[in-house]
T-cell receptor, first 111, second 111 residues
């Protein structure tokens, strides 16, 4: 079945810097890609989603890139601020009902 | 806004005891999911359901049962709780298998 690897597990940046998180997946039939944010003690909240026919999507300081050839999905937080400190997860879905998550990246943005 | 409510928010159980985790959604979503979160493993799918009175096994169903008596309610049952089932459990609902709306989680400690 689908396997997702996410890196890095921990990321520390200064305020105003960019932070990049990468996921690789194995199933070329993967159709839907998402990024979620989990703040301390809370559930996951959707940040952004893209279909497999989209290479790039930008929203509110976030950029998602999808490279289907390399089976790689990335999330770029441009100009990170301390409020972005959280755990970030990628999630992918192939043709069925299951959504598979990456192992998470703990991002710390320091002032 | 999507509303998924989990109860209890935390629970301490004894080894060999029965544990029931409850999830209630007011989104009118067809799909519901139970995930388990362990440090370093991201979220792993235990059971899911796409219609009332029907449940499906996810990736790690052993030791867990699920029940979907109505569209709104989805329970996770541990008949004989074990130490290895100590984790944070998340319920989610979805209208389309793509975007998941998560509850706040249940922290389960089995002693």
């Amino acid at each position: 079945g689908e396997q997702v690897e996410q890196r890095p597990p921990h990321l520390s940046v200064r305020e105003g810097d960019s932070a990049i998180i990468i996921c690789t997946y194995t199933d070329s039939a993967t159709a839907y890609f998402s990024w979620y944010k989990q703040e301390a003690g809370a559930g996951l909240q959707l940040l952004m989603s893209v279909l497999s026919n989209v290479d790039r999507k930008e929203e509110q300081g976030l950029t998602v890139l999808l490279n289907k050839k390399d089976k790689r999905l990335s999330l770029n937080l441009t100009a990170a601020h301390p409020g972005d400190s959280a755990v970030y997860f990628c999630a992918v879905r192939t043709g069925g009902y299951k959504v598979v998550f990456g192992s998470g990246t703990r991002l710390l943005v320091s002032p | 806004e999507a509303a998924v409510t989990q109860s209890p928010r935390s629970k301490v159980a004894v080894t060999g005891g029965k544990v029931t985790l409850s999830c209630h959604q007011t989104n009118n979503h067809d799909y519901m999911y139970w995930y388990r979160q362990d440090t370093g493993h991201g979220l792993r799918l235990i059971h899911y359901s796409y219609v009332a009175d029907s449940t499906e096994k996810g990736d790690i169903p052993d030791g867990y049962k699920a029940s979907r008596p109505s569209q709104e309610n989805f329970s996770l049952i541990l008949e004989l709780a074990s130490l290895s089932q100590t984790a944070v459990y998340f319920c989610a609902s979805s209208p389309s298998q793509n975007t998941l709306y998560f509850g706040a989680g249940t922290r389960l400690s089995v002693l």
